[in-house]
T-cell receptor, first 113, second 113 residues
Framework: SQQGEEDPQALSIQEGENATMNCSYKTSINNLQWYRQNSGRGLVHLILIRSNEREKHSGRLRVTLDTSKKSSSLLITASRAADTASYFCATVHGSSNTGKLIFGQGTTLQVKP | DSGVTQTPKHLITATGQRVTLRCSPRSGDLSVYWYQQSLDQGLQFLIQYYNGEERAKGNILERFSAQQFPDLHSELNLSSLELGDSALYFC????????????FGQGTRLTVV
């Protein structure tokens, strides 16, 4: 079963604009990770944020985590056409020592040139 | 390139048949995970192995089984295949358990006809 709900399911923006995707989850987590998937290909790890962290940056990516609201957001700044992909949040359960990822259903981002 | 290799990339087989999907993890990674991605179920965790031992099990059907060999490569065996087993099957690896990112292979697209 999927833990996360992502919002919006689809997002279409112009190149240069910022894109924000949100993820909510249900149980306590050890960490939350964001992945990108280009059409039908493998998932690429973008960023990992631990439960005791509130914000993390990586290049044009900014991730926030609010454990009190059980939610996270991914911001992509100055988007490019190459950012067109599906983005998934995935959680690792708080008490888990396995690392198994529970994925949300994803947000499909289209960046128009 | 994630360093995780999956073979074959595509597989077409008939209902009732059995197939084996192969995964070579990143060099040094002890954990191997298998995930199934389908349109109706999204990305689902199937099973994890750590250094040859089963570590965690998800919603894996009894018709499916996996193992991890001494050289750390893993195989996912799918038997008595049904049309509904058509999906993308991903392997991922990580250095340890819960607190590190996972690296995904490009997947095996299984079509059952």
């Amino acid at each position: 079963s999927q833990q996360g709900e992502e919002d919006p399911q689809a997002l279409s923006i112009q190149e240069g604009e910022n894109a924000t995707m949100n993820c909510s989850y249900k149980t306590s987590i050890n960490n939350l990770q964001w992945y990108r998937q280009n059409s039908g290909r493998g998932l690429v790890h973008l960023i990992l944020i631990r439960s005791n962290e509130r914000e993390k940056h990586s290049g044009r990516l900014r991730v926030t985590l609010d454990t009190s609201k059980k939610s996270s957001s991914l911001l992509i700044t100055a988007s490019r056409a190459a950012d067109t992909a599906s983005y998934f949040c995935a959680t690792v359960h708080g008490s888990s020592n396995t690392g198994k990822l529970i994925f949300g259903q994803g947000t499909t981002l289209q960046v128009k040139p | 390139d994630s360093g995780v290799t999956q073979t074959p990339k595509h597989l077409i087989t008939a209902t009732g048949q059995r197939v084996t999907l192969r995964c070579s993890p990143r060099s040094g990674d002890l954990s191997v995970y298998w995930y199934q991605q389908s349109l109706d179920q999204g990305l689902q965790f199937l099973i994890q192995y750590y250094n040859g031992e089963e570590r965690a099990k998800g919603n894996i059907l009894e018709r499916f089984s996996a193992q991890q060999f001494p050289d750390l490569h893993s195989e996912l065996n799918l038997s008595s295949l049904e049309l509904g087993d058509s999906a993308l099957y991903f392997c991922a690896s990580s250095a340890q358990g819960g607190s590190t990112e996972a690296f995904f292979g490009q997947g095996t697209r299984l079509t059952v006809v």
